[in-house]
């Protein structure tokens, strides 16, 4: 089948020919010798290797993701929960639980975690254990919270929940109460 206009193809065609052999001879001529752009090259990745030893040097160490639970490993769970957090200065301090505990406000002040990591599972059941689970308070006493509290316990973990939204409550239960962190699969 022929084109409708075959003299337009050829035309384009021998038009643009002479505007891309200028564009490359533009490119070529711009462009330096090898060894002048291998010597400005070199003293560059000195400088990147140089920087990459002292960003690795002071950068963290990679937060475990087995074993007990970390304050990283938290923060990981939720944020791969898709939780926003935000972690709040002062700690949270009960006199019926032995450890301080870290503060996060879950997407505003409305919505708390209070996260207690204690050094062993065994320690963290003794104190969870004398708590009434209903109102995370010790047996015949009462706490004043803010909001309802919702208890979870995991290993080392205890964590309030102090929300009224129940959807909230239920991801950071869901989230924190699905069993301790495991490595990543590769």
Sequence with gaps: M???FPSVIPRATVMLRPVCLALMGAVVGCGEPAAKTAARATPQATVDSSLSTTASATAKPPCLLEGDWTPCAVEDR???AGVVIE???EPARHPFLHVDGTVYHVGSPDHEL???LYPSATERKRDTDALDSATASPRGARSSWKTPPTLVTSNNLAAVILSLND???ER???AL???LPQ???R
Excluded: D
Aim: proline fraction near 12%.
């Design 2 to 4: 022929s084109h409708p």
């Design 167 to 169: 959807r909230t409550v």
């Design 183 to 185: 490595p990543e699969k």
């Design 172 to 174: 950071l239960a869901l």
């Design 114 to 116: 209070q996260v207690f």
């Design 78 to 80: 939720l944020v791969h």
């Design 177 to 179: 109460g699905a069993g």
């Design 87 to 89: 972690r709040q200065p």
